[in-house]
């Protein structure tokens, strides 16, 4: 006896119903013959052309901390979080990419596209770039000192540089190489914190490459690396971000003394007496209009359109007191990620993003 074979008539008769099946089943395209992880990719992970979606997006996070937004060349938006790696949006669709879909870490804290349309993620174990179907990871293997990433930009010459806990690290398109940066004291009250912490690495448009640090902000250019600290009249030394407005001048978010800019010569600190509350600021960002926006902790997120100052703080509306990023997507609309919230803001509009589970 032959198993699985039917040598009668009505045998041969099935067998033509499901040879006629199986040809209309692949010519309407139900099926392919791609092994089915390749599938996947191919619907879910591979990027389309499109134009931005009309009217604001539609979709619920649940329980999620997000550390960055970020909107690509394609318009997907992305969203890096504290402990669920990294969400994509993508034709009213989010795709969660984790450390099981080949993603470093689980917690992604800079988002970056270099000029081959590549994703580069700095996250909590180690370094990722993303070509639109798989992840390449960098780690201690590849020349980083700590995998603990917490920043990462792209220079106008399209260097990698990443800031870790263990210093600052620049890419060579094979391995990371440590650029090492004077030690200072730790700071406990950051929570996750070392001697070599580079929180912020930033370029200017005179192409002066700036490190925040425990230590101050550290500039390297054609005269070297100096350093600005407290005693050159910089409002903290814990510095969390470093941003370069449209008149040149630079700014600085510190964890203990709120923000302040330089014109090159002097500082100005802006404090109380210029309607801001709060001193811990963790982060800096521009809009296209040229306004300068920075959250504060407890005490929403400011605006400065360079004259005055405009807060947005609603304990309704807005009722997280940890924004921690801040990002403008094409369409105008500003995005605010922190402690279990997203919030989107259109005008005077505001939408959230993020649910938290209750008890």
């Not at 997120?301 to 004259?307: K, Q």
């Amino acid at each position: 006896m032959t198993h699985g074979v039917d040598n009668s008539s009505e045998g041969s008769f099935k067998r033509s119903l499901w040879l006629v099946f199986l040809a209309n089943f692949f010519a309407a395209g139900c099926f392919s013959a791609v092994p089915p992880q390749q599938r996947v990719q191919a619907l879910s992970v591979v990027p389309q052309e499109r134009e931005p979606l009309p009217g604001p997006p539609s979709f619920q996070l649940r329980d999620t901390v997000v550390r960055r937004v970020f909107e690509d060349s394609r318009g997907d938006l992305w969203f890096g979080t504290n402990a669920k790696g990294v969400i994509r949006y993508h034709n009213q669709t989010l795709t969660y990419y984790g450390f099981e879909h080949g993603l470093g870490g689980h917690a992604v804290r800079g988002i970056v596209e270099d000029d081959s349309g590549h994703l580069w993620f700095a996250t909590s174990g180690g370094v990722s770039r993303f070509d639109g179907r798989t992840f390449t990871n960098f780690s201690e293997f590849d020349g980083l000192h700590d995998s603990d990433t917490w920043s990462i930009t792209i220079t106008h010459d399209g260097t990698i540089w990443v800031g870790t806990l263990a210093g600052a690290h620049h890419f060579d398109g094979h391995r990371f190489h440590h650029f090492a940066l004077p030690k200072a004291e730790e700071d406990p009250s950051r929570g996750v914190t070392s001697a070599e912490f580079v929180h912020h690495i930033m370029e200017d448009t005179a192409g002066r490459l700036w490190f925040a640090t425990n230590g101050g902000a550290y500039v390297l250019s054609d005269n070297g690396l100096s350093n600005i600290n407290t005693a050159h009249g910089l409002c903290g030394d814990v510095v969390n971000s470093i941003l370069e407005d449209v008149h040149g001048r630079m700014w600085f978010a510190t964890h203990h003394n709120g923000v302040c800019q330089w014109d090159g010569e002097t500082f100005t600190h802006y404090g109380e007496r210029d309607g801001i509350t709060g001193h811990e600021v963790w982060s800096l960002y521009l809009d296209a209009a040229g306004d300068v926006w920075f959250p504060v902790e407890n005490a929403g997120v400011y605006r400065f359109n360079g004259v005055t100052f405009t807060n947005y703080h609603d304990p309704e509306r807005m009722p997280c007191p940890a924004i921690q990023t801040i990002y403008e997507d094409r369409s105008g609309a500003v995005w605010m990620g922190g402690w279990m919230t997203l919030y989107r803001r259109d005008g005077t509009q505001v939408r959230r993003y993020v649910e938290e589970t209750p008890g």
